[in-house]
């Protein structure tokens, strides 16, 4: 249902952009958002969207580097990461809401990333 895509190895202070494929019945009833989980560390919220609500929220270790957003064309909700740093290194998965929920209930499959110093 979820499928990630987009990361990969990028140096510190670059960009990277990870995409969500849903139907569009899930982004527009469901929250979608990212999570990640650092090798060693629990798993964390990064940023979620919510489109019915028109409301997007972010980690404060994210807030003003990364930019979550829906492509109404192409189906997906992403993820536009600026300024890396190497402590944003992780697997990042999608995850979606029930629909008019805000629990994760789905989850895509991880996407990694890392960020060189």
Known sequence: QLQASGGGLVQTGGSLRLSCAASERTLSTSAVGWLRQAPGKEREFV?????????????????????????????????QMDSLKPEDTAVYYCAASSAGGNAWKYWGQGTKVTVSS
């Open 47 to 79: 940023a979620r969207i919510k489109w019915s609500e028109h409301s997007t929220y972010y980690a404060d270790s994210v807030k003003g580097r990364f930019t979550i957003s829906r492509n109404n064309a192409k189906n997906t909700v992403d993820l």
